[in-house]
């Protein structure tokens, strides 16, 4: 309120748990005469605990889906792995294949 008197504007801060317990944000107003003088102030203060679980689910989200990404991304270079393995197996059966009937 001190600011919000002092600079006679609005003021907006965004505090800690360490006050009330919880986080908020604290919006402060002058109030005015008619000669423009400041008669007092009124503060508004909104619980941001919310905001801020919010806002960690939502971090906690991205790193997860970015664990996925990879995991996929991993499957995926395994999976083209094996098919080059299949690939050269059955180059390699048809190989032998040939070879043992050559021998008959």
């Not at 094996?82 to 040939?98: D, F, H, N, V």
Request: a positive charge; glycine letters at 6%.
């Amino acid at each position: 309120m001190h600011l919000a008197i002092c600079n006679k504007k609005r003021v907006s801060i965004k505090k800690d748990a360490s006050l009330f317990g919880f986080p908020y944000i604290g919006i402060a107003y002058p109030i005015f005469s008619n000669t423009r003088s400041v008669l007092g102030g009124l503060i508004i203060c909104e619980n941001i605990q919310h905001h801020e679980d919010l806002a960690l689910t939502s971090k906690n989200l991205t790193q997860i889906t970015g664990q996925i990404v990879d995991t996929v991304k991993s499957l995926e270079n395994v999976n083209t792995t094996l098919i080059t393995s299949g690939k050269k197996l059955s180059i390699q059966s048809t190989s032998a294949l040939e070879k043992v009937k050559s021998i008959d």
